[in-house]
């Protein structure tokens, strides 16, 4: 489970290569000797005299990529004309566009969907404004909404350079759960200014995702938005992540034999993420949760500038137990981090009950290295792919968005959330189900399916659901 060092990107080098200076066999052993990955080779010109080359070549990050461009630019006889990434490649010009459904090839076509007869559909949605949600596209567009203030790994890198983060989820939607979204990046950081806007918009829209928005005016601009307006608004960093996390802790307690109700729970980083973890928790049924940040444990007591904390020392920590995350762990059954690097020690593993469960989900670089914490756990999981039990946003949103949609939820609530995370777990069979598989992967295409049927399910039950599917 160790984090070794694997090829990450790929790059692609465009060499004019002189043949009566240069040898290709040599090229190629001065960039394997560099430590690059060779994996294709392209012939784009040839003459008597010289040869023009494309070499693909996987490197393990940006800094390897120069070190493998400066040993080629070093090579007599070699001109080193462009060097391509492929991931950049992906990204020219965006990931996403738009396309009609319908061609319009002649002028009665044109007529129906534009000019006089579009005045007909304009006039029945004035008459009554619920016929957007059968008439425009209102009906399967979600709006992913994002300041760019807290960009994951990136924290706040801005509204431009947020977008390719937001087409990416376009795509997944999509792709997942077809769902059709549109990246919106604000630039504002104000949170009256978001409101307002994001208000604005919403007659376009079927459901509001808000994105990388950074704590704690996130938990504002949500709130505010679910009173204001009738469509969901889900903030995926926060729910996102905790329906998943519940999924992934559903199946680890299940392995150890242990109940929600009569287990121990440190969180670790009380943020965003922390505290949606915690509702969630909490609405499942667990009853000692205890919150650490990094001036140690949340308590009863005592006056916070963060508003959302003393909120969470009202409902958390029964014992009011203080001190640091060392401190408090002993006797925890479950560690849940969304914090930093390095704050989970092995030491503190040990003090943990029997078959600790460890939820290290701080990206890229877990709270503990996972190589180090294997031994003294039973279950072990992390925000990578690149390692088992991948705690990834992505098993959630899409089908909670296509669920609440085809139901034309007016929210999205603790049941519809709570009924996604057992329908993510549910996709684990009993047979399946080990200590290095308690979630399901990205990629299992039954997830969406079951999150939505679930979510419509508790969407109609708690009386947020407009339509009934069944009918």
């Known amino acids: ?104 090839k002649n002028r009665e076509e044109l007529s129906r969907v534009y000019t006089p007869g579009v005045a007909r559909v304009c006039q029945a949605i004035a008459e009554d404004p619920s016929k957007a949600f059968s008439l425009t596209i209102k009906r399967n567009t979600v709006a992913v909404v994002s300041d760019g203030s807290a960009v994951l790994g990136l924290g706040d890198v801005g509204p431009y350079a947020a977008m390719p983060v937001m087409e990416g989820k376009a795509m997944l939607f999509k792709q997942l759960a077809g769902v059709d979204a549109f990246p919106i990046c604000l630039d504002t950081k104000d949170t009256e200014e978001i409101i307002r806007i994001v208000k604005a918009i919403a007659p376009a829209f079927g459901g509001i995702n808000l994105e990388d928005i950074s704590a704690p005016r996130c938990f504002e601009i949500e709130e505010r938005l679910k009173e204001e307006l009738d469509i969901p608004v889900f903030h995926d960093d926060q729910h996102g992540t905790a329906v998943v996390m519940l999924a992934g802790l559903l199946n680890a307690l299940k392995l150890v034999g242990k ?86 020690k092995v030491e503190d593993i040990k003090k943990m009950a029997r078959d600790p469960i460890v939820f290290a989900m701080a990206n890229p670089i877990p709270e503990i290295d996972p190589e180090e914490a294997e031994p003294y756990v039973r279950v072990l999981a992390t925000g990578r792919s690149d390692l088992p039990n991948q705690i990834n946003n992505v098993l959630c949103f899409p089908g909670i968005f296509r669920g609440a949609l085809d139901c034309r939820a007016r929210e999205i609530n603790e049941e519809m959330k709570l009924a996604a995370a057992k329908a993510i777990a549910s996709v684990v069979s009993d047979e399946e189900l080990n200590e290095y598989y308690i979630i399901p992967s990205v990629f299992n295409t039954k997830v969406v399916e079951r999150v939505r049927e679930a979510v419509i399910e508790a969407a109609v039950r708690t009386g947020v659901a407009r339509r009934d599917t069944k009918d």
């Not at 287990?263 to 980083?269: A, D, P, S, T």
């Not at 940040?293 to 009202?314: F, H, L, T």
């Open 1 to 104: 489970m160790a984090l070794e060092r694997t090829a990450s990107m790929s790059i692609i080098l465009r060499l004019e290569i002189d043949k009566s200076l240069a040898h290709f066999g040599g090229i190629l052993s001065s960039i394997s000797a560099a430590g690059g990955d060779i994996v294709a080779i392209d012939v784009i010109k040839v003459s008597k005299q010289r040869t023009v080359r494309d070499i693909t070549v996987n490197v393990y990050d940006q800094a390897h990529a120069q070190q493998v461009v400066d040993v080629v630019s070093r090579l007599a006889g070699v001109k080193l004309i462009n060097v391509s990434d492929r991931t950049f490649l992906v990204h020219l010009g965006g990931k996403l566009e738009v396309q009609p459904k319908m061609p319009i």
């Open 259 to 344: 109940r929600l109700d009569e287990i121990k729970v440190v969180v670790c980083g009380i943020g965003a993420a922390g505290t949606a973890c915690t509702k969630m928790l909490l609405s499942a049924g667990v009853q000692n949760i205890i919150g650490v940040d990094r001036d140690g444990a949340i308590v009863r007591g005592k006056r916070y500038d963060n508003p959302m904390w003393n909120w969470y020392a009202e409902r958390t920590n029964p014992d009011n137990v203080s001190g640091s995350l060392s401190d408090v762990i002993e006797g925890a059954d479950v560690f849940i981090g969304v914090s930093a690097p390095g704050v989970l």
